[in-house]
């Protein structure tokens, strides 16, 4: 028998007599495109003799609305191992996942400004890590991800430029400006 606490169906927006307590009308709320792999999953903790269990799914409420769940669940077994009880918790998630889904939003409209820029591009911490740059510096450089990410800014420049370069660098993480141009 399943049990859960008035929240649920304040959460999902369903009452008592549209979605009863039990294991199937627990699933019934499940996105679709989620439920075969959410079933597996609890399946394989049960035959595995796990005596933990966690997946991340959709369910719909009843005014059609998606909300994403983090399900955690702790598994209680007799001394043959048999499942006896889980109790578990389901953690509303759908802010955390709307704000990941926002930002890689964001990542991509900064990586297609940045590569549309001409020349080149770089960014580069008070570590003078290199952490952003645009297509142009692989493709002028023939630098791969990997060498530019392990570089320092100023080996892309020579000798006479570095310099320059470093003092406008240091000039900018001390007080935030510089208005030099290479």
């Known amino acids: 028998k399943l049990w859960w606490n008035q929240n649920y169906y304040k959460l999902l927006g369903y009452t008592e007599e549209e979605i009863p307590m039990g294991s199937e009308q627990w699933q019934q709320v499940i996105h679709p495109d989620d439920k075969l792999r959410v079933q597996k999953s609890l399946e394989a903790a049960f035959v595995s003799g796990a005596n933990r269990w966690e997946d991340e799914f959709r369910c719909v409420k009843a005014n059609g609305q998606i909300l994403h769940f983090l399900d955690r669940g702790t598994i209680f077994r007799d ?10 918790a389901m953690l509303d998630i759908t802010p955390l996942r709307k704000a990941f889904e926002t930002a890689d939003m964001e990542r991509i409209l900064s990586d297609s400004l940045i590569d549309s820029l001409p020349g080149l591009f770089c ?4 570590e003078n890590q290199l952490i952003r740059w645009n297509k142009e510096v692989m493709r002028v450089g023939g630098y791969s991800v990997e060498e530019i990410a392990e570089s320092h800014p100023l080996q892309f420049f020579d000798k006479a430029e570095a310099e320059k370069l470093e003092a406008a660098m240091k000039l900018v993480m001390e007080t935030g400006e510089n208005d030099m141009e290479t």
Not at 79 to 88: E, K, L, P, S, T
Request: avoid cysteine.
């Open 79 to 88: 001394a043959q191992g048999d499942v006896i009880r889980i109790v578990g």
């Open 123 to 126: 960014l580069y911490n008070k």
